[in-house]
T-cell receptor, first 112, second 112 residues
Framework: KQEVTQIPAALSVPEGENLVLNCSFT??????LQWFRQDPGKGLTSLLL?????REQTSGRLNASLDKSSGRSTLYIAASQPGDSATYLC???????????FGTGTRLQVTL | SQTIHQWPATLVQPVGSPLSLECTVE??????LYWYRQAAGRGLQLLFY??????ISSEVPQNLSASRPQDRQFILSSKKLLLSDSGFYLC???????????FGNGTRLTVT
């Protein structure tokens, strides 16, 4: 059974700092990995999708890497801003219909 | 457009009452559709997914059921709600197995 762990559970950084969020998964036979952002009381917003054959994906100040063999992914956020404050979740897909297994998230707060 | 409509946004129901949550999606035809539940302090749990009209797969035994009467409509139901059914219910769609998952804004259900 796939298990996804995210460390740290919570993180507070001053504005402008670069930061890394970690995600690990137990079964390396994944289809793809996705990073999401969730604002309080809202649904999830897809940030980046990495296929199993890819090593990284970039979107603006976000960069996600994937090391499938070691069961790890990182989300790098450059020059953090208060608007980046949210919970970040990673999820891995195995099998057909892309059933996702989610981590419990990292709650990020970027302070002024 | 990947718009996903979920309603209602919040719902308070007594134990033993029925439930019907509706999700309609826009965009490409024959999407994969999903119902997830996010309980307080816990990760997202996949409840049901559907790869086509009338095709429903259940991930966990529970008090809930799902139906897909039309290509872009996904309904979550219960005949008699339990206290443990309280949570944040999210509908999601996916164009195909390689595309990102897009979520609606969710329904917060409180069973009293």
């Amino acid at each position: 059974k796939q298990e996804v762990t995210q460390i740290p559970a919570a993180l507070s950084v001053p504005e402008g700092e670069n930061l890394v969020l970690n995600c690990s998964f137990t079964d390396s036979a994944i289809y793809n990995l996705q990073w999401f952002r969730q604002d309080p009381g809202k649904g999830l917003t897809s940030l980046l999708l990495i296929q199993s054959s890819q090593r990284e994906q970039t979107s603006g100040r976000l960069n996600a890497s994937l090391d499938k063999s070691s069961g790890r992914s990182t989300l790098y956020i450059a020059a953090s801003q208060p608007g980046d404050s949210a919970t970040y979740l990673c999820a891995v897909s195995t099998g057909t219909a892309s059933k996702l297994t989610f981590g419990t998230g990292t709650r990020l707060q970027v302070t002024l | 457009s990947q718009t996903i409509h979920q309603w209602p946004a919040t719902l308070v129901q007594p134990v033993g009452s029925p439930l019907s949550l509706e999700c309609t999606v826009e965009g490409t035809s024959n999407p994969n559709l999903y119902w997830y539940r996010q309980a307080a302090g816990r990760g997202l749990q996949l409840l049901f997914y559907s790869v086509g009209i009338g095709q429903i797969s259940s991930e966990v035994p529970q008090n809930l059921s799902a139906s897909r009467p039309q290509d872009r409509q996904f309904i979550l139901s219960s005949k008699k709600l339990l206290l443990s059914d309280s949570g944040f219910y999210l509908c999601a769609r996916q164009g195909n197995d390689n595309s990102p998952l897009h979520f609606g804004n969710g329904t917060r259900l409180t069973v009293t």
